[in-house]
Each structure stands twice: as structure tokens, then as C-alpha cells.
């Protein structure tokens, strides 16, 4: 049997397909029956901004963000473990930070009654990825930050 996959997997997958049902559609309508579907390129960005957030989510479980390796090559593992420990607390500090003023950024779309211009769609949906992909991050770099404090590698 397969290995498990995160939520993240799913979503990155999903966004994605739906990128290339989109483009291939696009291609479709423009060359064989000369009509240029408008709205493809904004859904295209939403779903890409979607899968950029998620994935980092997905990559902060995975502890495969680009980093600086020093603290591995020079500091003694019982520091080391300390270090590690803290920058996952501020990890998550931070992600919740961000999380939230996409909160409030999202409300107050809400609030104007925002839509986009090719769908129609409420700008607070887009505008809301950012607070409910970066609370996945936070939950993802608190596993992180658990599996540090046990001490395992996960």
C-alpha cells in the first residue's frame, strides 16, 4: 500500500488539474472555435495562488523550506535541538501573525462587497486563502514543533 498523503497533497493536486483542464479549454475555444474564454486567466490565479500557499503548508510538514544549514554543520545537537525548537515557535508566531491581517483584509472585502472582474466571484473568498492557508502552516509547524520537543525526527 501507498504512502499517506497530507490534505495538501489533494488540494495542490486538484488546483492543479484544474489549471491544466483550464488551459487545454482555453486552447480549445481560441484555435478551433475562435472564442476566448475570459474568465480562465483570473480562475487560473486564484487556483495558482491557492497551490502556492498550500504547498507551503505541505513543505512546512515536510521540513523541505530552503534553509541555512549552518546551525546543522556547527552547533552541538543538544543546542541545536533548542535553536530548532525556538524557530519553530516563532514559525508559528509568525504564520499566525500573517494569518490573521489576511483575517482582517478578508472581512473587510467582506464587508465592501468586492467581486472579481471576469467570475463575479466575492474577492473575500480569494482574499481569504491567505488566512486559511497560513492557519495550515501554523498547524503543520506545530507537528513540526511537537516532534522537535519529543525529540524524533518526525
Known amino acids: 500500500m501507498g504512502e499517506r498523503k497530507e490534505f495538501e497533497y489533494y488540494v495542490i493536486t486538484g488546483a492543479m488539474l484544474l489549471l491544466v483542464l483550464m488551459g487545454v479549454l482555453q486552447i480549445l475555444f481560441r484555435f478551433v472555435l475562435n472564442f476566448s474564454l475570459s474568465w480562465t486567466e483570473e480562475l487560473s490565479r486564484y487556483l495558482f495562488i491557492l497551490m502556492v500557499y498550500t504547498g507551503a503548508s505541505l513543505a512546512l510538514k515536510r521540513k523541505k523550506h530552503v534553509r541555512v544549514e549552518l546551525i546543522d554543520i556547527y552547533v ?49 473568498l480569494v482574499y481569504g486563502i491567505i488566512p486559511l492557508t497560513f492557519l495550515f502552516g501554523a498547524c503543520r509547524a506545530f507537528q513540526v514543533l511537537i516532534a522537535e520537543i519529543k525529540g524524533g525526527k518526525e
Open 76 to 124: 552541538k545537537s543538544k543546542i541545536k535541538r533548542y535553536i530548532f525548537i525556538f524557530n519553530d515557535i516563532v514559525m508559528i508566531w509568525l504564520l499566525l501573525l500573517v494569518g490573521y491581517a489576511g483575517l482582517k483584509i478578508s472581512m473587510t472585502t467582506y464587508e465592501m462587497e468586492q467581486l472579481s472582474p471576469a467570475l463575479g466571484l466575492p474577492m473575500y
